[in-house]
């Protein structure tokens, strides 16, 4: 197997170092991007390369790890699907719902496989959270509450909200994802930010009648670390998770930078039992690769990391931006499952 990266900034070395991990260093044979660049330093034999046709029209790749900023999504997911590869795609699926049907359209018409790369799902403390769920030590959940905070992007493209779709499509909507799939079908979003660079504060109302609630805050003051944290309530019991790492791709703080009951950290109180957990795993994106590769060896559709719970997190990604920006509550009309 032969892999292609689309796309040579921080997400794309980010991609290359999972690949690596798997073993995969020495088969990343093409790095796209509209300019040379320096060799990545987990894909050594990698050609860096200007024209993406060039890449879709090689028979030898088969499989692309897009990590474009968000516009070019669906036109190089499309092209991709269509060129008969197996497609990779990096957060969130498009900027819009429509382009977010067509490469889900793409996806079943070419045949292959399509994943779209929301990590959070293949953190350890999330997959714990997701197995309590389903082993049901905290019964049906009725309220979810996330937070994630981190410092301004530096990335100027990330500042861009034509671009990037602002903090609610491009950072929320691993909270938004994590919520939908806990709480089920979302019917209405309500969002609220005070100040242009405050926190936003949304709560999604579900059709089971839970509720979930997302902080976001992406100008975190000098000195706080990334931030990522979920809580469930449910009729059984309480589960939560709360990572403090430097950064959503490096290793957790230590004990000298953040108070212990901050640290990388799972519990779960029910009836039956009450346990905390100190969580050590800092390989998701491995993780995540190892999961899509077999994926495509069962020629199977990703059913850890739907294509539909993308599109799901993104109409509220949507919502949330639309409520911010009228002030009113947002009905949805989902028309996919989480």
């Known amino acids: 197997m032969t892999i292609a990266i ?6 794309g070395r980010t ?26 330093e987990h894909a050594p034999a990698a050609r860096f390369v200007t024209d993406l046709d060039e ?19 669906a036109d190089i997911a499309i092209r991709a699907l269509g060129a008969g590869k197996h497609v990779l795609l990096e957060k969130p699926i498009a900027l819009t719902v429509d382009d977010a049907l067509a490469i889900r359209a793409a996806a079943r ?40 905070m981190l410092a301004s992007p530096e990335t ?38 005070l100040d ?7 709560t999604i109302e579900y059709r089971d009648g839970g509720i979930g609630q997302v902080l976001t805050y992406t100008s975190a003051p000098a000195g706080v670390p990334f931030t990522s944290a979920l809580e469930l309530i449910g009729t059984r019991g309480v589960a939560s998770y709360r990572l403090a790492a430097i950064s959503a791709t490096e290793a957790s703080v230590t004990e000298a930078d953040v108070a212990p009951s901050d640290l990388n950290t799972y519990r779960l109180v029910n009836a039956d039992e009450s346990i905390a957990i100190a969580v050590t795993d800092n390989q998701p994106y491995t993780r995540q690769i190892e999961y899509f590769l077999s994926c495509i060896a069962a020629n199977s559709e990703p059913l850890f990391s739907p294509t539909d719970a993308a599109i799901a997190a993104l109409e509220v990604s949507l919502a949330t931006r639309e409520s911010l920006a009228s002030g009113t509550r947002i009905e949805l009309r989902t028309s996919v499952g989480a």
């Open 156 to 193: 100027a493209w990330l500042l861009d909200e034509s671009q990037s779709g602002g903090a609610p499509v491009d950072v929320s909507i691993h909270d938004f994802d994590q919520v939908n799939l806990f709480l089920g079908t979302p019917i209405a979003v309500t969002a609220t930010r």
């Open 196 to 202: 242009p660079d405050g926190p936003i504060e949304t």
């Open 6 to 11: 689309i796309g040579p900034g921080y997400m």
């Open 15 to 40: 991609h290359a170092e999972a690949w690596s991990n798997l073993g995969y260093a020495d088969r990343i044979t093409y790095v796209v991007g509209r300019s040379e660049r320096a060799p990545f």
């Open 109 to 148: 018409q070419s045949g292959r496989v399509l994943m779209v790369a929301h990590v959070v799902r293949f953190f350890a403390g999330y997959e714990l959270l997701r197995h309590a769920w389903e082993d049901d030590r905290v019964g049906r959940v009725v309220s979810a509450r996330a937070i994630r």
């Open 55 to 73: 890449v879709l029209l090689d028979q030898e790749v088969d499989v692309v790890s897009i990590c474009t900023p968000t516009p070019s999504h």
